[in-house]
């Protein structure tokens, strides 16, 4: 039992520190380091009847989608 109480507790500093990392680099607008924190092969799933919905394999891909809905959105902002 205390084996598995242990495993827990460093998964849980494990993912403590991964949304800590994360965290401080949203506050900190810190766009390279908030990219570091995905893995290679993130997947996005945007759900819709739009262009921009589907299923986007890759952090490249997932970004480019994201940075396109990022920019539809704000564009959108001052129409």
């Known amino acids: 039992m205390e084996k598995v109480l242990a495993d827990d507790a460093a998964e849980i500093a494990e993912v403590r520190a991964a949304v800590t990392r994360y965290a401080t680099a949203w506050l900190a607008g ?5 990219a570091a924190c995905y893995h ?3 997947t996005l799933h945007y759900a819709g009847q ?6 986007h394999r ?3 891909a997932a970004f480019a989608a994201l940075a ?3 920019r539809r959105a704000t564009a959108n902002c001052w129409e």
């Open 40 to 42: 290679d092969e993130f």
């Open 30 to 34: 810190d766009r390279a380091a908030i």
């Open 58 to 60: 890759g952090k490249q």
């Open 50 to 55: 739009n262009p921009l919905a589907g299923v």
């Open 68 to 70: 396109e809905i990022a």
